[in-house]
């Protein structure tokens, strides 16, 4: 099993998260603090590798969800890239799949943020011609 450990790095207009170890009641709170910082000092746009995550409970997914949740409405956006097989079957049995944007690489979970960026700026275009 690996010690919990956070660590973050900028990559191309976005926060990544490498998230080792387990997800539970002991670390959640500082998986939410690395969220929040990772947020307002790198981006608002965040992705989560869950690859080397062993073991995961409710209180990590609830984490998520939320941090999913709250960021979505403040503009951002956030991805789950390369989920552990722990993870991935948490998130199977929990329904968070329909919340939470999955990706098997870090990579792809890039491609699906800048897609969906540009799918924010064109509807935000549109409107703006169609109030003027």
């Known amino acids: 099993m690996n010690q919990f450990?956070?660590?973050?790095?900028s990559r191309?207009?976005?926060a990544v998260i490498r998230v080792?170890?387990?997800i539970d009641v002991a670390s959640v709170q500082d998986l939410d603090a690395c969220v929040h910082k990772a947020r307002s000092h790198?981006?608002?746009h965040l992705i989560l590798d869950l690859a080397e995550v062993d073991f995961m409970d409710?209180?990590?997914?609830?984490?998520?969800?939320?941090?999913?949740?709250?960021?979505?409405n403040d503009g951002g956006s956030v991805a789950i890239a390369?989920?552990?097989?722990?993870?991935?079957?948490?998130?199977?049995?929990?329904?968070?799949?329909?919340?939470?944007?999955?990706?098997?690489?870090?990579e792809q979970?890039?491609?699906?943020?800048?897609?969906?960026?540009?799918t924010v700026r064109r509807?935000?275009?549109r409107s703006a011609v169609e109030l003027g």
Do not use: K, W
């Open 5 to 9: 450990s956070l660590s973050i790095e």
């Open 109 to 118: 979970a890039m491609d699906g943020m800048r897609s969906q960026a540009g």
């Open 82 to 106: 390369r989920p552990s097989r722990q993870a991935a079957h948490l998130f199977e049995v929990s329904g968070l799949p329909q919340e939470l944007e999955i990706y098997r690489t870090i």
């Open 123 to 125: 509807r935000a275009a």
């Open 58 to 72: 409710c209180t990590g997914l609830r984490v998520l969800a939320d941090a999913s949740t709250n960021i979505r």
């Open 20 to 22: 080792t170890g387990e």
């Open 42 to 44: 790198y981006s608002p």
């Open 12 to 14: 191309d207009g976005a």
